[in-house]
Nanobody
Framework: QVQLVESGGGSVQAGGSLRLSCTASGFDSSYCMGWFRRAPGKEREGIVVIDSDGSTNYADSVKGRFTISQDNAKNTLYLQMNSLEPEDTAMYHC??????????????????????WGQGTQVTVSS
């Protein structure tokens, strides 16, 4: 059974940094996995997706500030967030699906069908 557990959220001032972690269990084949966020009153936004081969796809809003990485030995996905802005305040979720062609560049509508999600971790950035 696949499970995703996020951690690492918190409250920081603008310009600060946080590192989120998503520990995955149950993936025994190729996958696509990513970070997504939802701010109050807004739709879910895709931040970055990575597949098991390391291909990535970042949203323009976080390019140059956020970096995704994965430690396969620890079954953990990381999101290093630097130069945080108040607009980054949101609940951050880790989502995953078994790999399929194009999953790294999947649309928001396509991600809706992904089968595995964590409970989320809150990030609050104050000005």
């Amino acid at each position: 059974q696949v499970q995703l557990v996020e951690s690492g959220g918190g409250s920081v001032q603008a310009g600060g940094s946080l590192r989120l972690s998503c520990t995955a269990s149950g993936f025994d084949s190729s996958y696509c996995m990513g970070w997504f966020r939802r701010a109050p009153g807004k739709e879910r936004e895709g931040i970055v997706v990575i597949d098991s081969d390391g291909s990535t796809n970042y949203a323009d809003s976080v390019k140059g500030r956020f970096t995704i990485s994965q430690d396969n030995a620890k079954n953990t996905l990381y999101l290093q967030m630097n130069s945080l802005e108040p607009e980054d305040t949101a609940m951050y979720h880790c989502g995953a699906e078994w790999w399929y062609p194009g999953c790294v560049s999947e649309s928001s509508e396509g991600v809706d069908s992904w089968g595995y999600w964590g409970q989320g971790t809150q990030v609050t950035v104050s000005s």
